[in-house]
């Protein structure tokens, strides 16, 4: 087992390793959170899953019924029982707790969000790969946990081990959130009203280039983000006896692809656009009547990423009319920019500082990508709260999103003693939160 600075050392390992070996991607994280909300309330704490915690009645690009039934069944199949699906079991895959504190007076309510979803990944098998050489790497062979969010759910239940007493005045609400990935899931949880009265929101992320024993305190550099689904519909004919009957989709498509990465760049923002998947055809024989692109926008700018998704959507259907095809553009996905506040990052930057095992602590550090928890972050500062996304440094020995990935579990302790004292501060600084 790896040295784990702080308490809870054993814990957080097993925990974190036993999430890693059970990845499931978004809104089909069904193993996942109800082994979340069995943990909270192994510990006491009044938990809401399903409905109560998620509403998927705006929330695009949800799982269709094939990928649900095949994900209760891998659920089963690791240990899940018929009843703890039953919340769960359309998507509604998010865990809210809120744990009371016992002091006298009202004190503020201060939340930590935790995302819990996997990749559609394939884990690496090199031995070198600690998961592979140690027996913990992914059950899935198609997905695997390779952004960290395995140690997040670890760190927040160990929160909620540690507060679970509350010794506290005020509240703590830790929001377990699916469908991080892809930019779904923070919208859904908070159209379902969970950070109502929050008046403090730390998110957390492990790794994101920085080492063990480093934290940034606050984080810059969000990009907004859009992700779109485009369906191209012509019509299928014989390639070679009757080519000017068809209305070719997947020529179309390819023209948009090409369209799309030829978009301008700002000189107001810095920009990223992204077709990274285009599937299209069923024979080489036959005009393809089909086609589907999925693409992201981003830009370090709101405003700029609402005009690039403007510009992209009159690409497709440019693209579309030049080729006599249909295009549906659905966005599947979004989130914005955010800004930490400093009151924020100066609890982290405090507690951070104290514990001996962090050796650098930075008030800023650039994200340089997108995550929906700025879609919390600014829902509590509309309302007069305060934010920040706090990252932990994590030694990965290869990128996110990519096969290698993994984290250097000594990370975890670090984590949840920095989220700890910075949660207990804001709880005694009602003024501060």
């Not at 978009?263 to 285009?278: C, E, I, K, Q, S």
């Not at 829902?379 to 984290?407: K, L």
Request: net charge negative.
């Amino acid at each position: 087992m790896a040295d784990v600075p702080g308490g809870g050392g054993r814990y957080l390992v097993d925990k974190r390793r036993l999430f890693h070996a059970h990845p499931e991607t978004a809104f089909t994280e069904f193993w996942t959170v109800t082994t979340i909300a069995a943990e909270l309330r192994r510990l006491g704490l009044r938990t809401l899953t399903g409905r109560d915690a998620i509403d998927l009645s705006r929330a695009p690009a949800l799982p269709v019924q094939e990928e649900l039934d095949a994900a209760a069944g891998r659920a089963r199949a690791w240990g899940a029982t018929d009843a703890d699906l039953v919340p769960v079991r359309e998507g509604h895959t998010a865990a809210v707790a809120d744990i009371e504190g016992t002091g006298k007076g009202s004190g503020p309510t201060v939340a930590v969000r935790v995302d819990i979803d996997a990749l559609p990944l394939a884990e690496s098998a090199d031995p070198r790969h600690r998961p592979a050489r140690e027996g913990f790497a992914s059950a899935d062979p198609a997905t695997m946990h390779a952004c960290g969010h395995d140690g997040h759910i670890a760190v927040g239940l160990e929160l909620a081990r540690r507060l679970s007493s509350g010794d506290f005045t005020g509240r703590v609400r830790l929001l377990f959130q699916p469908a991080e990935e892809g930019g779904r899931g923070a919208r859904a949880m908070l159209d379902a009203g969970v950070l109502e009265g929050v008046d403090r929101l730390y998110a957390l992320h492990l790794g994101l280039g920085l080492p063990v024993g480093e934290v940034a305190a606050g984080t810059h550099g969000f990009f907004a983000n859009a992700k779109l689904r485009a369906v191209f519909t012509g019509r299928q004919s014989h390639a070679a006896a009757a080519p000017e009957e068809g209305r070719n989709a997947l020529l179309a498509a390819a023209q948009a692809t090409v369209g799309l990465h030829a978009l301008p760049r700002f000189a107001t923002a810095d920009t990223r656009v992204n077709v990274g998947v285009l599937r299209a055809g069923t024979a080489p024989n036959i005009v393809a009547g089909r086609a589907e692109l999925a693409l992201e926008l981003r830009a370090s700018d709101g405003d700029v990423c609402d005009e690039l998704e403007r510009r992209a959507r009159t690409v497709l259907d440019a693209a579309g009319a030049a080729g006599e095809v249909e295009v549906r553009v659905d966005r599947i996905g979004a989130a914005t920019t955010a800004v930490c506040d400093p009151a924020a990052v100066r609890a982290v930057a405090g507690a951070a500082r104290s514990l001996p095992a962090v050796t650098s602590v930075h008030d800023d550090h650039r994200f340089g990508a997108s995550d929906d928890a700025t879609l919390m972050m600014r829902e509590v500062q509309a309302h007069g709260g305060t934010a920040t996304y706090v990252v932990v440094g994590a030694s990965s020995p290869a990128p996110h999103h990519s096969p290698g990935f993994d984290i250097d579990e000594s990370c975890l302790g670090i984590a949840a003693d920095v989220l700890e004292r910075a949660v207990r501060d804001a709880l005694r600084d009602k003024e501060g939160a």
